[in-house]
C-alpha cells in the first residue's frame, strides 16, 4: 500500500515535551549529523587518495610514453638511411652569386647523415671555395634536404686593371667585369647591375696580376682611401674625379681639379692632410701642374 503522508497530531492528543526531552532529542539529531558529516569527510579524502594515485600512474605513464617515442624517433634519426642529405637548396641574397658554384662545393654533404651535420663545417667548406661570403645561414628539413642562405660581401668600387706598360687609364665601353669588395677582394663578374653609382678605382703598379676571389688590398686600405676622399670634399670642397691603388707600393692617388694628391699607408692621414693644409697656405695652386707628393715627412713635393 502507498504510505500516506504525515501530519502533526491534533492538539487535544499531542502531549507536552519536556525541556530534557527537548535536549536528548537535540542531541541526537547533532551525533546523527556529526555522523553524516564525518561519512561525507571520509568519502572525500578516500576520493582524493584515488585521485592521487591515478593522477600519479598517469604522469608515469605520460612520461613513459614520451620517453619511448623519443628513444623510437633517436633510433630512427640515428640508425635510418633515410636521414641522410639527397638535396641542397640555395637562396642567394645577392645576384652575382653562382648557386651551381654553391652546389658543387657543398657535394661533399650529399649522403652525408643530416642529423649529425655541422652548420659550422657546411660554412667551413663554402668560404673555402667562395671567399667572398660574408654570412652563411643553414637549416635542415627532414629527412633529406638542407637549406643554405648564403650573402656575399657588397661591391665598393669599380676597377679597371692596366696593363704594366700602359702608364694612364683610357676610356672603355661595354660592361664591366671587375669590381672591389668592401673587405677588398677582387671580383669579375657580370651578373651585377646599376654599377655606374659605384666609384671606378684604377690598378697599377701590380707584380702579378691578381685572380678573382682574392684579396687585393686590406680593407684598412679601403676605409683610409675613402676617409682621405671623404675629408677632401667635407674640408676642402675639392671632389675627386679619379682614385688610382699601386699595389706593390702600397699607396694611391686621387686626382682633384686635374692634380694628383700621392698618399700612403705608413704615415697617419691626418699628418698627411695637415701638410696639404700647409701647402695650400703656402704655395699658389696655380704653381701645381701635375701632383702634390704628400708622403714626405718633413717636406711637401710638387711639380
Same mark, same amino acid.
Given at each position: 500500500?502507498?504510505?500516506?503522508?504525515?501530519?502533526?497530531?491534533?492538539?487535544?492528543?499531542?502531549?507536552?515535551?519536556s *525541556?530534557?526531552?527537548?535536549?536528548?532529542?537535540?542531541?541526537?539529531?547533532?551525533?546523527?549529523?556529526?555522523?553524516?558529516?564525518e561519512?561525507?569527510?571520509?568519502?572525500? *579524502?578516500?576520493?582524493?587518495?584515488?585521485?592521487?594515485?591515478?593522477?600519479?600512474?598517469?604522469?608515469?605513464?605520460?612520461?613513459?610514453?614520451?620517453?619511448?617515442?623519443?628513444?623510437?624517433?633517436f633510433?630512427?634519426?640515428?640508425?635510418?638511411?633515410?636521414?641522410?642529405?639527397?638535396?641542397?637548396?640555395?637562396?642567394?641574397?645577392?645576384?652575382?652569386?653562382?648557386?651551381?658554384?654553391?652546389?658543387?662545393a657543398?657535394?661533399?654533404?650529399?649522403? *652525408?647523415?643530416l642529423?649529425?651535420?655541422? &652548420?659550422?663545417?657546411?660554412?667551413?667548406?663554402?668560404k673555402?671555395?667562395?671567399?667572398?661570403?660574408?654570412?652563411?645561414?643553414?637549416?635542415?628539413?627532414?629527412?633529406?634536404?638542407?637549406?643554405?642562405?648564403?650573402?656575399?660581401?657588397?661591391?665598393?668600387?669599380?676597377?679597371?686593371?692596366?696593363?704594366?706598360?700602359?702608364?694612364?687609364?683610357? &676610356?672603355?665601353?661595354?660592361?664591366?667585369?671587375?669590381?672591389?669588395?668592401?673587405?677588398?677582394?677582387?671580383?669579375?663578374?657580370t651578373?651585377?647591375?646599376?654599377?655606374?653609382?659605384l666609384?671606378?678605382?684604377?690598378?697599377?703598379?701590380?707584380?702579378?696580376?691578381?685572380?678573382?676571389?682574392?684579396?687585393?688590398?686590406?680593407?684598412?686600405?679601403?676605409?683610409r682611401?675613402n676617409?682621405?676622399?671623404?675629408?677632401?670634399?667635407?674640408?676642402?670642397?675639392?671632389?675627386?674625379?679619379?682614385?688610382?691603388?699601386?699595389?706593390?707600393?702600397?699607396?694611391?692617388?686621387?686626382?682633384?681639379?686635374?692634380?694628383?694628391?700621392?698618399f700612403?699607408?705608413?704615415?697617419?692621414?691626418?699628418?698627411?692632410?695637415?701638410?696639404?693644409?700647409l701647402?695650400?697656405?703656402?704655395?699658389?695652386? &696655380?704653381?701645381?701642374?701635375?701632383?702634390?707628393?704628400?708622403?714626405?715627412?718633413?717636406?711637401?713635393?710638387?711639380?
Amino acid at each position: 500500500m502507498p504510505r500516506r503522508l504525515t501530519r502533526r497530531l491534533p492538539k487535544q492528543y499531542a502531549r507536552p515535551v519536556s *525541556r530534557d526531552t527537548k535536549r536528548f532529542v537535540k542531541r541526537k539529531m547533532e551525533r546523527k549529523h556529526n555522523r553524516s558529516k564525518e561519512r561525507m569527510r571520509r568519502w572525500k *579524502r578516500t576520493a582524493d587518495l584515488w585521485k592521487e594515485v591515478v593522477t600519479a600512474h598517469a604522469v608515469k605513464g605520460m612520461l613513459a610514453s614520451c620517453m619511448f617515442i623519443g628513444c623510437t624517433v633517436f633510433g630512427f634519426l640515428l640508425f635510418s638511411p633515410i636521414v641522410q642529405v639527397r638535396e641542397i637548396q640555395v637562396t642567394r641574397e645577392s645576384p652575382r652569386l653562382d648557386i651551381e658554384d654553391v652546389q658543387v662545393a657543398l657535394t661533399p654533404m650529399f649522403g *652525408r647523415h643530416l642529423f649529425f651535420l655541422s &652548420s659550422l663545417e657546411v660554412a667551413d667548406l663554402l668560404k673555402e671555395s667562395i671567399p667572398d661570403i660574408s654570412a652563411i645561414s643553414v637549416s635542415k628539413t627532414y629527412p633529406s634536404t638542407l637549406h643554405v642562405r648564403v650573402q656575399l660581401h657588397p661591391l665598393a668600387a669599380r676597377l679597371r686593371i692596366l696593363e704594366p706598360d700602359q702608364e694612364y687609364a683610357t &676610356s672603355q665601353t661595354g660592361a664591366t667585369v671587375d669590381f672591389l669588395t668592401d673587405q677588398g677582394m677582387y671580383v669579375a663578374t657580370t651578373a651585377v647591375h646599376d654599377t655606374e653609382t659605384l666609384p671606378e678605382i684604377v690598378v697599377v703598379d701590380w707584380g702579378v696580376r691578381p685572380d678573382p676571389g682574392t684579396r687585393m688590398v686590406r680593407p684598412s686600405f679601403l676605409e683610409r682611401m675613402n676617409a682621405a676622399e671623404l675629408t677632401l670634399l667635407r674640408q676642402f670642397g675639392k671632389e675627386v674625379s679619379q682614385r688610382r691603388i699601386f699595389l706593390r707600393a702600397q699607396e694611391f692617388h686621387v686626382t682633384i681639379d686635374g692634380i694628383d694628391l700621392w698618399f700612403d699607408t705608413r704615415t697617419p692621414l691626418e699628418k698627411q692632410l695637415n701638410r696639404y693644409r700647409l701647402f695650400l697656405r703656402e704655395v699658389e695652386s &696655380s704653381e701645381v701642374k701635375q701632383y702634390i707628393d704628400l708622403r714626405v715627412a718633413d717636406r711637401v713635393v710638387y711639380q
